[in-house]
């Protein structure tokens, strides 16, 4: 049973002007591609871990053989990471409800949580992602800078947002100017998917 890659839930050119067509198609069909194809690579000869999700491969990383440990790491976080991203995504949404209500208690305000997290994208150096991620053992949000492809859920917490700011997610439409991405991404979160996702993560926590 080997990985696949998930089709998007809307068509490439939906997240326009604000994440161009075919960065999307890019992302999607060569980027996540070579994640899944690779992490297929590296199970080959472990029928047993082939059974597993790749989130459950990344959640316990230290169970794994340290012959391919990395490469799990690598890959099997590359799939699980744009496999989230892409369900996040959609325009014309607004922060509401219980993610407004948490943002806003632990932030102050919306703006003022984006201002943060902006802060955290254009110091993380080289690739890598930022989150909102819930922490079981506060029950309170955390922003959360990963290199490369990690995840907060190999550290027990549990991302509700997510943005890739590898320069591959944005490079084409803005260069060198991650901030420029950053801000248009506020334009494409969707909102009501990550209120499920604080939801879920609260009543998992
Ligand atoms: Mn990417």
């Known amino acids: 049973m080997a990985f696949t890659l998930p089709s998007l839930p809307y068509a490439y050119n939906a997240l326009e002007p604000f994440i161009d067509e075919q960065t999307m198609r890019i992302h999607h069909t060569k980027h996540h591609q070579a994640y899944i194809d690779k992490l297929n690579a590296t199970l080959e000869k472990f029928p047993e871990l082939q059974k597993k999700s790749a989130e459950e491969l990344i959640k316990n990383l230290n169970s794994i053989d340290e012959s391919i440990r990395t490469a799990v790491r690598n890959h099997g976080g590359g799939h ?46 080289g690739s890598g992602w930022v989150w909102l991620a819930i922490n079981p053992k506060t029950k309170k949000l955390e922003i959360i800078k990963t290199s490369n492809q990690d995840n907060p859920i190999s550290e027990g917490k549990i991302p509700v947002l997510g943005i890739d700011v590898w320069e591959h997610a944005y490079y084409l439409k803005y260069q060198n100017k991650r901030a420029d991405y950053v801000d248009a991404f506020w334009n494409v979160l969707d909102w009501e998917k990550a209120n499920e996702n604080y939801v879920s993560a609260i009543s998992s926590a």
């Open 80 to 125: 699980v990471n744009h496999s989230f991203f892409w369900q996040i995504l959609k325009k014309g949404t607004t922060p509401k409800a219980e993610i407004l209500k948490a943002v806003n208690q632990q932030f102050k305000s919306i703006d003022n949580f984006k201002v943060q997290f902006k802060d955290a994208c254009l110091t993380l150096f």
